[in-house]
T-cell receptor, first 109, second 116 residues
Framework: KNEVEQSPQNLTAQEGEFITINCSYS?????LHWLQQHPGGGIVSLFM???GKKKHGRLIATINIQEKHSSLHITASHPRDSAVYIC???????????FGTGTRLQVFP | EPEVTQTPSHQVTQMGQEVILRCVPI?????FYWYRQILGQKVEFLVS????????KSEIFDDQFSVERPDGSNFTLKIRSTKLEDSAMYFC??????????????FGPGTRLTVT
């Protein structure tokens, strides 16, 4: 069983739609990271959270530590949001992030 | 805004050759990392480095790999004798302090290594 499961693997949306990407993990974590990987390959950190909810612009990330589940939401999606979104938990007393396989999002005008 | 830089952006090498991938982390960061991503696969942790020594490494990081911080700014990954399966995108990252996974990691743009 993978330590990190993301769903869906692929997602297409029309501009303006509300997007939800889910992440379940099996390890105990110190923090969970949401990352965005652009078509060119670059990786950008979106959020790091260990409890509750964080919001940045149109992006919202939530985490439920007891259920080992996190979600990333995008409100009013836009074609420029098209990218791969990666969930990466960081387990206790470790430096490494454990990467999920990512969710490929395409937003069409 | 400070950023992590990596050179070269693309490196082509022959099997058996040594390669050095270079990274300049953000200047006040103390933890440094290398990750790799084989085409079509997920990103994998290779190694973390703190206080001039390896703090953690994965099973992938065998004797063919080494890391070094030769001066106050560069952080390098050396692959001694490249194999075809080393072809991947290699990402450098850095974070401020503490146990790395509890701090935001900033990623460089990556070096695409192609071994022929």
């Amino acid at each position: 069983k993978n330590e990190v499961e993301q769903s869906p693997q692929n997602l297409t949306a029309q501009e303006g739609e509300f997007i939800t990407i889910n992440c379940s993990y099996s390890v105990g974590i110190s923090a969970l990271h949401w990352l965005q990987q652009h078509p060119g390959g670059g990786i950008v950190s979106l959020f790091m959270l260990s409890s509750g909810k964080k919001k940045h612009g149109r992006l919202i990330a939530t985490i439920n530590i007891q259920e080992k589940h996190s979600s990333l939401h995008i409100t009013a999606s836009h074609p420029r949001d098209s990218a791969v979104y990666i969930c990466a938990p960081g387990s206790y007393n470790t430096d490494k992030l454990i990467f999920g396989t990512g969710t490929r999002l395409q937003v069409f005008p | 805004e400070p950023e992590v830089t990596q050179t070269p952006s693309h490196q082509v090498t022959q099997m058996g050759q040594e390669v050095i991938l270079r990274c300049v982390p953000i200047s006040n960061h103390l933890y440094f990392y290398w990750y790799r991503q084989i085409l079509g696969q997920k990103v994998e942790f290779l190694v973390s480095f703190y206080n001039n020594e390896i703090s953690e490494k994965s099973e992938i990081f065998d004797d063919q790999f080494s890391v070094e911080r030769p001066d106050g700014s560069n952080f390098t990954l050396k692959i001694r004798s490249t194999k075809l399966e080393d072809s991947a995108m290699y990402f450098c990252a850095s974070s401020e302090a503490g146990t790395g996974s509890s701090y935001e990691q900033y990623f460089g743009p990556g070096t695409r290594l192609t071994v022929t």
